[in-house]
């Protein structure tokens, strides 16, 4: 089956990633990376209307939110608390200094753990972290990942899915939402054309993955077949996040970077709706 995405967004974006739905506040937060910006907007009829907007010291990789509107920003390399007031507190810093790599895709775990990893600035090959902050602190799951991306849970919470864009592949583990015990990580599938970027889950368990490099968000069942495809015709597609009241619109994120010109949609957002619900998003819990 394959779906058309429409443009939802006059803005245009270089590094537009990691769209959440805020339902309590019945918003939608996302990050541009390279601005280093956390954006908020308003979802109505497949458009979206920015309403306000953060911008930090260098690049913003994730942003989550707790139950009560506080936000947790993926800063460069630390984890910040952005209390309702505006006010910043450093809560981790994941990456050590004088480390020439960047956070990039984060997620929150059923229990409302945060879940961060990162990527590299230079050349360094296989050297890069997934870290999860929770009440004890920096938890590191991977040490030895190419390029961290999306994240998402199964429906039940039991399996943890994490991508690993370079080699391709989308790793799977078992998952303890109540006590945070994971089990030894295993390959799920490969993607081999193009490159796995965000990622989100579907009620139905099945996995759907922005292509970074084909333009378009892919679901795929837990063992990789191919169900559908959501084109946006926006070369560098960079993730995907089910939002709106019914959880059944998703908003799509998109680059401009390494492009050689841009096209007419590249850097803004899309939505489609694509026939099913998402799994609603867990809030983060400040412990």
């Known amino acids: 089956m394959k779906i058309t995405a429409t443009p939802a967004s006059a803005d245009v974006y270089a590094l537009g990633e990691g769209p959440v739905w805020d339902a309590a506040r ?17 979802l109505d009829d ?15 990789g994730a942003v989550a939110v707790s139950e009560d509107g506080r936000l947790l920003v993926a800063e460069q390399q630390t984890l910040t608390r952005v209390d309702l007031d505006g006010r910043r507190t450093e809560l981790a810093r ?32 296989g050297q890069e972290v997934l870290a999860r902050l929770d009440e004890s602190g920096l938890t590191y799951l991977d040490t030895d990942l190419v390029l961290s991306n999306g994240l998402a849970w199964s429906p039940e919470g039991d399996l943890l899915y994490s991508v ?4 391709g592949i989308v790793w799977v ?10 089990g030894p990580r295993r390959e799920a599938f490969t993607i081999g054309d193009g490159m796995p970027d965000g990622m989100c889950a579907d009620a139905d368990g099945n996995l759907w993955i922005a292509n970074w490099g084909l333009g378009r968000v892919e679901c795929r069942t837990p063992a990789g077949e191919l169900l559908a ?13 089910f939002a709106g009241p019914d959880l059944d619109t998703l908003v799509i994120t998109t680059s401009t970077l390494d492009l050689p010109a841009a096209g007419p949609g590249d850097g803004r957002l899309f939505t489609a709706k694509v026939g099913v619900r998402g799994l609603p998003t867990p809030y983060w819990n400040p412990f």
Not at 164 to 167: E, I, R, V, W
């Open 173 to 182: 583990r078992d998952y303890d939402t109540a006590t945070g015990k994971t």
């Open 229 to 241: 495809t959501v084109e946006t015709g926006a070369p560098h597609t960079s993730s995907a996040a």
């Open 26 to 42: 019945e918003r939608l937060l996302w990050v541009d990376i390279v601005a280093g910006a956390v954006h908020e907007g308003l």
């Open 46 to 60: 497949g458009l979206i209307t920015v309403t306000g907007r953060q911008v930090f010291d260098g690049m913003v």
């Open 164 to 167: 690993d864009t370079l080699p």
């Open 94 to 125: 994941v990456l050590a200094p004088g480390v020439h790599s960047r956070l990039n895709d984060g997620a929150v775990d059923p229990a409302g753990r945060f879940l961060i990893g990162s990527l590299a600035l230079d050349g360094r090959h």
